[in-house]
């Protein structure tokens, strides 16, 4: 059957409320037969991969630093008619405006559409913006304010383009498998590690007036089968996009984990996912929306879908979806859940007052929290098109207008400063023997290998969303990349530094040149040169297909064909030095054991700075100071963990059987030896751990809570003559525009109301206005503060004991103790500069959620009563010093 994007959607809404309906009380989910466990997975993790039912929908409350937000957003919403508090929830369509995502605005108030822009790396599609580090990167730099500043300087960039909300920072992806397509848009598959960075990221964007954007919530673990029509176009024939299994505790422990640091960093909005979460939609399922989002967590900002992600109205509104992206139902077809959809709900009652009201408050508040009201000018550029002059409604082309579109306004100031800054600090010293690196510009002959080391000869944008591979590799490709203003190739970059000082400089970026490279290498080694090979490994997100990866990488090993490239430049020349930029992990052991690679470097995804960065370190300007922010494995099994290539079943089923030993943790739960560990990097010094101490503070006992809220407000009376909500005589409609007006007076007729079906499912309690009540671990603007009660500081003594000044990441690991947990865990990390002789002290704080584990009974955070065990060291595998807490 030829399914039509129309009968598609009718479907999804279809099956997702009868899984609502077979999901009372938590049954144990079976799986198709089809699905072989992982042999490396850890058992005992399925249980209670389920997805309860859980309603009503929690209103905002405007707690703690929201209080002004909600006063002002009150004052407003009180005022409001339906269709304009609907116009607030609802994008205008695919390419209708002149951001990715844009909301209706109230005119009459003189309040603005907003204009929502990826990505996470930079604004997108525009020119005269600045390609910052991927997340990755940031990741690698350990570095808290360095993850500020970026998110800071994109702010800047974003408010100066007219965005309201930067579609990022990402921590969903986390990383479960190491070939996920999207895992460098975010930090590290370390949920701590991720949650810090996340939340720095955060504060630095909506420091701007800017609102962040936390996404995607949740389990957005994999490329493949994210979306049905994409799945359909490679082949696959699903009926529903995968649903990432969950258990409650790893939900909570690992991929909920960074979204609890962002809620408490105040984010405004979070983007619910493609996938579905034990087999609910996860932007309709109410146990992640509702429950763990908006009551476990106190969330009082607004829930976005990905785009398309909506797949229905009520049930999903219901479920705690504030606000639907693009507004169309599939790409352009003027069709919507929301906007006429939503006023007819409304006004025949299958969703409350109360609920509208809470949907529109918490978007204007997300938008006076950050200050962004007053800030942000109108978007000064359009998306879909780089031209001065165009359509205004690009979907719909200039017969409806055209004007002044694009002001190519520069937004870049002088962030190139900080993003060659972020690519120093993010790049990882993996080997360097003999003393080999920082480099001596005096070599006699400096020889550079490798297509990554040069230019894209097409120019540096000129791959669309930069999907291809091509040249030097600073950004991964899809939506979480952004135009680069320039790429300073490394080819140029140490070329200048070489010939500056009139050193013998030359370079071969063609990778089939096999002759002109063995020639080259065999010279270099004849005059004891240096020769610097440069390789990559590239991925993405799902709509675009390069080399038949499909967003997820199909395998672990370089591309370029770089690895015969390193094989006959080592084999002749016993000086070779490996720099890697990548998404992550790469199959490197056997260049760890070629004794002719005297060093390696690790330099992610380092944006348009990319030379200038990469020869900072190469010369020694900037001593490196990064670590590995995931594990280098030796090969893909060793991960325990990996992408669902073919579907196993028609709604695919990822089984997160491994629970929380992603990463590090499964290699040291299984024994599995790294070829460089998570948090491992090397520097041009030395450094030594001495004096742990721990100081346990007096901290009042945890309280759960309990009780439950008063009744949902409403703001404003609804005018239930349907006459009061059809279209105004005087306005030009727009075609396949989203509005928020009906057709008719009669709501049964209005867009044919008859074919609605199935989305108007209403669960049980949903729509009951008298009362949420709190969950225990449930709090105000991240969860119960006890949880951030810091219990004990723990000190220690890290001295420079080489002879340059450095950088070193201090790590603290915690063994909870139990039969269940991880050998140890990341708790602590903090980078400081430290002089040659010179010891600094490091004071990591542990907070009580830092010491607990999520009990699945008593629905909380409980610190067990197995002993804890603090480790503190420069890696999750050298860990020198370790006290026991009491
Ligand atoms: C896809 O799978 C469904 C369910 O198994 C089946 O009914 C349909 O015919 C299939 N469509 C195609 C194009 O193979
Ligand atoms: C909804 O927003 C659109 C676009 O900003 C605007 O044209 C329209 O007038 C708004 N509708 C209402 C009811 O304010
Ligand atoms: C309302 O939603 C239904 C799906 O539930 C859809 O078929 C219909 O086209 C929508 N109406 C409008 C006007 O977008
Ligand atoms: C109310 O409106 C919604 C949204 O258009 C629709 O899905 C639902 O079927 C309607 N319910 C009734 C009882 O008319
Ligand atoms: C750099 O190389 C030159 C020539 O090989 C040598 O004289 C000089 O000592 C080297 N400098 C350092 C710092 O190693
Ligand atoms: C891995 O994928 C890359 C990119 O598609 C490709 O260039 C490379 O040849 C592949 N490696 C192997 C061993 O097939
Ligand atoms: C290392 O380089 C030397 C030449 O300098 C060569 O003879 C030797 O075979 C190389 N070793 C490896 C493992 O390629
Ligand atoms: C590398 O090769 C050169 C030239 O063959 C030789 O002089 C040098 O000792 C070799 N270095 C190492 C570390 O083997
Ligand atoms: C599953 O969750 C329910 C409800 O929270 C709880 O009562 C039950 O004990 C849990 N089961 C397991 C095995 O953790």
Known sequence: MQLTALTLAFFVGESLAQVHEAQLPFPDVTYPDAISPNPNAVSGAQTNQTSPPRYPSPWGSGAGEWA???????????????????????????????????????????????????????????????????????????????????????????????????????????????????????????????????????????????????????????????????????????????????????????????????????????????????????????????????????FQGYVMSDWQATASGV?????????????????????????????????????????????????????????GHAEVPEPNFQSWTPDTFGAVHAHVGSTWGTGLVNQHVDVRREHGRLIREIGAASTVLLKNVHGTLPLNTTARLTAVFGEDAGSNSNGPNSCKNHACDTGTLATGWGSGQASSPYLISPDAAIQHEVVSRFGSYESITNNSAFTQINALARRVNDVAGICLVFSNANSG??????????????????????????????????????????????????????????????AGLPGEQSGYAIADVLFGR?????????????????????????????????????????????????????????????????????????????????????????????????????????????????????????????????????????????????????SFSYPPSSGPNGGNQGLWDILYHIRVNVTNTGPTVGDEVAQLYVALGGPYDPKVILRGFERVTIEPGKTVQVTFPLARRDLANWETEAQDWIISEHSKTVYVGSSSRDLPLSVLLK
């Open 68 to 298: 002004e937000a909600y006063k002002k957003a009150i004052e407003i919403v009180e005022q409001l008619t339906v269709q304009e508090k609907v116009n607030l929830t609802t994008g205008s369509g695919w390419q209708q405006e002149q951001c990715v995502g844009q909301t209706g605005g109230v005119p009459r108030l003189g309040i603005r559409g907003q204009c929502l822009q990826d990505s996470p790396v930079g604004v997108r599609y525009t020119d005269f913006v600045s390609l910052f580090p991927a997340g990755i990167n940031a990741g690698a730099t350990w570095d808290k304010r360095l993850a500020y500043e970026r998110g800071r300087a994109m702010g800047f960039e974003s408010r100066d383009k007219g965005v309201t909300v930067q579609l990022g920072p990402v921590a969903g992806a986390l990383g479960r498998s190491p070939t996920s397509g999207r895992n460098w848009e975010g930090f590290s598959p370390d949920p701590y590690l991720t949650g810090k960075l996340f939340a720095e990221s955060i504060r630095g964007i909506q420091s701007t007036g800017v609102q962040a954007c936390a996404k995607h919530y949740v389990g957005n673990e994999q490329e493949h089968f994210r979306q049905v029509p994409e799945s359909r176009d490679y082949g696959f024939n699903i009926t529903q996009p995968g649903s990432s299994n969950i258990d409650d505790q790893t939900l909570h422990e690992l991929y909920v984990w960074p979204f609890a640091d962002a809620v408490k960093a105040g984010v405004a909005s979070v983007m619910c996912s493609y996938d579905l979460v034990n087999n609910s939609q996860a932007c309709q399922n109410s146990y992640l929306l509702n429950h763990v989002l908006k009551s476990e967590l106190g």
């Open 315 to 371: 049930p999903a509104i219901l479920a705690g979806l504030d606000m639907t992206m693009a507004g169309d139902i599939r790409f352009g077809d003027g069709l919507s859940y929301f906007g006429p959809n939503l006023t007819i709900a409304v006004l025949n009652g299958t969703v409350p007052q109360w609920r509208l009201d809470d949907m529109a408050v918490r978007i204007l508040a997300g938008w006076y929290l950050v200050d």
């Open 541 to 602: 997100e799902g709509f675009a297909n390069v080399d038949s990866n499909y967003g997820d990488r199909k395998n672990l090993t370089l591309w370029q064909g770089a690895d015969a490239v390193i094989a006959n430049v080592s084999a002749t020349c016993n000086n070779t030095v490996l720099v890697i930029h990548s998404v992550g992990a790469v199959e490197i052991e056997q260049y760890k054991e070629n004794p002719n690679i005297t060093a390696i470097l690790w």
């Open 622 to 770: 900037v001593n490196p100071g990064a670590k590995l922010p995931f594990t280098m494995g030796r090969k893909r099994s060793d991960y325990g963990t990996d992408v669902l290539y073919t579907p196993n079943s028609e709604v695919p089923q990822f089984n997160f059987q491994e629970g929380v030993f992603i990463d590090y943790r499964g290699f040291d739960h299984r024994n599995v030896t790294p070829v460089y560990e998570f948090g491992f990097g090397l520097s041009y010094t030395t450094f030594e751990y001495s004096g742990l101490t721990v100081e346990k503070l007096d901290v009042a006992d945890y309280m759960p809570a309990t009780g439950a809220s008063g009744p949902a407000p409403t703001y404003g009376r609804i005018d239930y003559d349907t006459s009061a909500h059809t279209f105004p005589e005087n306005i030009t409609r727009i075609p396949l525009y989203i509005y928020p007006w009906l057709n008719s007076t009669n709501l049964s007729q209005s867009y044919g109301a008859a074919n609605f079906g199935n989305n108007s499912f209403i669960p049980e309690h949903s729509l009951n206005g008298s």
